[in-house]
């Protein structure tokens, strides 16, 4: 049974949304790693709102984005130093 999102304390639903969000947004960030701009700027937001969202009860969920933010961040560095050695 899902909980009454009313009667949840608005900054916990915050914090949870937060959490939810860097989830999402470290996934984005693993996708946009063919474009090294767009990749570290969604990996950077990722690890800001999982570090935010490790307040709240779904702290697996935050730590879990922080995780993937990181590895869009490192895939999309990776990426543009393979494609700067291609073109040099």
């Not at 937001?45 to 709240?56: N, Q």
């Amino acid at each position: 049974m899902e909980p009454d999102y009313k009667s949840i304390d608005p900054e916990e639903r915050t914090y949870k949304f937060l959490a939810i969000f860097s989830f999402i947004i470290g996934i984005l960030s693993l996708c946009a790693g063919l474009v090294p701009i767009c990749g570290v700027g969604n990996g950077m937001i990722g690890i800001v709102t999982g570090i935010f969202g490790r307040k709240s009860e779904r702290r697996k969920l935050a730590n879990a984005g922080i995780l993937i933010s990181v590895l869009g961040i490192i895939i999309s560095i990776i990426y543009a130093i393979l494609v700067a050695n291609a073109k040099g």
